[in-house]
């Protein structure tokens, strides 16, 4: 590097007067007999204080390398603790599966700088072949683009080779619902559990996700208002339960509770608060949970509600299927997209369109069916008029 303009601010740190950049020389040490360095520019010294702690701490830890050598693994364990400061835990327990049962094996010891399309291309079709979905492959595909996205921002590389590989194709899953009357035989069935009955009654009367009703506590519930603030999921990873913000900004809202399932959510607390004083307990803190207060696993509820259908030979869905039972019977009833999708918590009013486009499929073609119709109306009405004049 050679400018009488840049001037040295701090060990390997120098700013530029001229093109107002800070330049920042990362040294490897002595490689293969030689000294390997490299150079970078940042527009702000915050920025360039940064990328320079980061390099000196990895290259202490001995993550390091000549940049020309660097193995997407050695990149990998980089771009995870860089994405564990930004991400929820369950995400960043999901892309470690991804890194360690995939991408390691099977590309981790290439060079970050020699993966090419082709390299991508075959690693997608070789976890095709092993039994992944298209659904989950392009899960793979979106963690690869996010870290040589990365490595391009930090000029590990000259571009982002993901750009030049197609993603697999999603297959939409076959959407399962209940009209009506199913939903009314399964009610009945169920009422003689009731931590099963109160989470059913819940989804299929607010549309709420599996987790959110498993993070729902007494003091979400506004007895005097009919009201349900939704402000805590619970999930896990692995076996470590999570307790965490809702999925999106949307999914943090208040509920209307119909005066029927306000009746069961009052039953419900007695039965309870029974419980609480069987077992020696306080009240409890959660409203679906064990009968001492404790947590059921998380997959409990989905599970006692599988049980339940094979047992009385219902029609075979998800507990997750309920949310979509809420919404096909509020679209029945006329209620308009925009406000089905705010009751559902989704981000976004596309989000609910892309997901139950068969039902909206529907409305839309009653609207059309309705225009035309009322079109055909004052067509034959103005027929019948002129007819009348040329009589």
């Not at 040490?29 to 915050?46: F, L, P, R, V």
């Not at 913000?245 to 309870?272: H, N």
């Not at 029609?315 to 096909?328: E, M, Q, V, Y």
């Amino acid at each position: 590097m050679s400018s009488n303009k840049r001037k040295k601010i701090a060990k390997n740190l120098y700013y530029d007067s001229d093109r107002k950049l800070y330049y920042v020389k990362f040294y490897y040490g002595i490689i293969n007999g030689k000294q390997q360095q490299e150079w970078k520019t940042y527009k702000t010294k915050n920025d360039a204080t940064k990328a320079l702690k980061l390099f000196e701490i990895n290259r202490d830890d001995g993550r390091s390398l000549d940049p020309s050598k660097q193995t997407l693994t050695e990149f990998l364990d980089y771009w995870l603790k860089y994405k564990s400061t930004r991400c929820e835990y369950t995400t960043i327990y999901g892309y470690k599966n991804i890194i360690n049962k995939y991408l390691i094996p099977h590309l981790g010891k290439m060079a970050l700088k020699k993966i090419q399309p082709t390299h991508i291309i075959t690693y997608m079709s070789n976890i095709s072949a092993e039994g992944l979905s298209n659904n989950t492959i392009k899960k793979h595909y979106d963690l690869l683009k996010s870290v040589f996205k990365q490595a391009v921002i930090e000029d590990k590389i000259p571009f982002n080779i993901m750009e030049k590989v197609e993603p697999p194709k999603i297959q939409k899953k076959e959407m399962s619902f209940y009209t009506i009357e199913e939903l009314a035989l399964l009610l009945d069935i169920i009422s003689a559990k009731p931590a099963l009955d109160i989470a059913v009654h819940i989804a299929v009367y607010t549309g709420l996700r599996r987790e959110e009703i498993l993070g729902l506590k007494w003091d979400c519930v506004d007895f005097d208002n009919s009201i349900f603030t939704i402000k805590k999921a619970i999930t896990k990873a692995g076996s470590t339960v999570i307790e965490k913000m809702p999925k999106t900004k949307g999914s943090y809202r208040k509920i209307r509770i119909p005066d029927y399932l306000l009746q069961k959510l009052k039953e419900y607390k007695q039965i309870q608060i029974r419980n609480a004083r069987l077992f020696g307990n306080n009240e409890y803190e959660y409203i679906f949970c064990k009968p001492d207060g404790g947590f059921y696993h998380v997959n409990y509820i989905s599970t006692m509600f599988k049980n339940v259908i094979e047992q009385y030979n219902l029609k075979p869905i998800r507990f997750h299927d309920l949310r979509h039972t809420f919404a096909s019977i509020a679209q029945e009833c006329g209620i308009s997209i925009f406000e089905i999708s705010k009751a559902l918590g989704h981000s976004t009013v596309a989000t609910t369109s892309n997901i139950y486009t068969h039902l909206f499929d529907d409305t839309h073609a009653k609207v059309i069916d309705g225009v035309a119709q009322g079109i055909d109306m004052a067509r034959n009405k103005l027929n019948l008029i002129n007819s009348q004049k040329n009589q």
